[in-house]
């Protein structure tokens, strides 16, 4: 239970702390290399807490369809808003009241970037950021300043009508979010800054590679842009 105990229960408390006062439902998607302890802890308190939805999805085979499905769970609940964070405290659960605050504006998506990363960023990793962040910003176009940040929150409706329509992710690992923010480039969004720590001193030369795969799919759908949009 220690990985249950040290990261996956407290950022569970967190988040449930932030948002009682509000109507709320985690969902917590389990893919097929799921840590039985961890999931069976969840399904535990998942059966006397109505806030709480454990799902397992053996069909996730990667991040992207993690994403996907998890998102497409989200937002086929009838909820108004469906807020995606990454876990590991990689984020913060407290910067959540800040999205919360934005539910009631006349925003679609809510984004999240960060001015920086953690101090103990090692200096590739700040590197590589910088370039996925700066050549995503030419290759499609973007205004927002932080097209790899993974926590958001776009309202259901339109959220589930995109997913629908695109069927998959074409990136399968780190430009997700990146994606993900330009198939809804055209609708009013607001920003918010987020906190952000890593706790990866190094980046493998499988991640660089991927990155530069990633740029390399954005790079296609921004070249199939108009009739790729055609469908929605």
């Not at 407290?10 to 917590?28: A, D, G, M, R």
């Not at 679609?108 to 090692?122: A, D, E, F, H, M």
């Not at 973007?142 to 695109?166: C, E, M, Q, V």
Request: hydrophobic share 40%; aromatic share 16%; charged share 20%.
């Amino acid at each position: 239970m220690t990985g249950v105990q040290t990261c996956a229960l407290p950022i569970y408390n967190e988040i449930v702390s932030v948002c009682n006062n509000n109507k709320f439902l985690i969902i917590c998607l389990f893919d097929k290399s799921r840590d039985l302890s961890t999931y069976n802890y969840f399904k535990y308190i998942e059966r006397n807490n109505k806030n709480l939805k454990v799902v397992y999805d053996p069909k996730v085979k990667n991040l992207a369809d993690a994403y996907y499905r998890a998102n497409l769970y989200g937002s086929a609940i009838n909820a108004k808003w469906t807020l995606s964070m990454v876990g590991g405290y990689r984020h913060s659960p407290k910067d959540l009241t800040k999205f919360i605050n934005k539910f009631n504006c006349n925003y679609k998506c809510i984004w999240g970037y960060r001015t920086q990363l953690s101090s103990n960023s090692p200096p590739i990793r700040k590197f590589v950021s910088f370039l996925g962040n700066f050549f995503s910003k030419i290759i499609l176009n973007i205004s927002i300043p932080d097209l790899t940040s993974g926590f958001y929150a776009i309202r259901s409706k339109n959220l589930l009508d995109r997913l629908i329509k695109i069927k998959s992710f074409v990136s399968s690992g780190h430009f997700i979010d990146t994606e993900l923010k330009f198939y809804f480039k055209n609708l009013r969004f607001s920003l918010i800054n987020i906190s952000y720590k890593t706790y990866n001193k190094t980046i493998s030369f499988l991640s660089i590679l991927d990155a530069i795969r990633s740029l390399l799919c954005l790079f296609l759908i921004r070249i199939n842009f108009k009739s790729f949009f055609c469908r929605f």
